[in-house]
């Protein structure tokens, strides 16, 4: 990994996992250099944080572009013309095309409010999977940060952690402790990747 990696942010809401790493390395903590945003939603969230802290930023999406195909070519082309060396999909609830997963095999990282292989894939994004951990009744849930494959919430486990269900958890509740431990993990990471800790050509399947 290069010493101070270019990374890439795709987000469809908040971006709250981008804020929180772009903060990491505006207070000097994470050795990172923040380059664009891409969503999918031009009145999200995380649109709105990216222009209003000089962070570059596109809209891109199947309607955008016209198809999936044509969304998949300018995500790759947006993300080589800005250097990217790391996608971090910060709160992405769009699967990646076949270009951008084969353009940056290994190199995409997603993080999800669970303990993957628990509560993910189609549909298990953000509260719904905050309801389901608390319908279950399971007393430990956390938060995963994986590398990405053309399925959702699905590849090579890089970090995971957990967080107790405390009796009498709303869902409000659970997402705001469960996103508070994100906010830590993914800077945190991010700073082992750097320092050579995590070797991520150690994680990534053989392509
Ligand atoms: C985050 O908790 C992230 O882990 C989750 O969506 C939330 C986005 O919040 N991602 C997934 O569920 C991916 N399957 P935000 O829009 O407030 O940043």
Known sequence: MQSRPNVAFLASHNGSNMRAIVAACRAGTLNVNPVVLISNNAGSGAVAWA????????????????????????????????????VVMAGYMRKLGPETLAAFAGRILNVHPALLPKYGGKGMYGRFVHEAVLKSGDTETGVTIHLVD??????PVVV????LVQPGDTVEALTARVQAKEQELFPETLRRIVSGEIDLDQIAPAS
């Open 160 to 163: 995971q952690v957990p967080v």
């Open 150 to 155: 053309g399925e959702y919430d699905h590849g």
């Open 51 to 86: 222009r209003d802290n000089g962070l570059k930023s596109y809209h891109i999406s199947a309607t955008s572009e016209g198809t999936e195909a044509a969304a998949d070519a300018s995500i790759v082309a947006t993300l080589r013309r800005h250097k990217a060396d790391l």
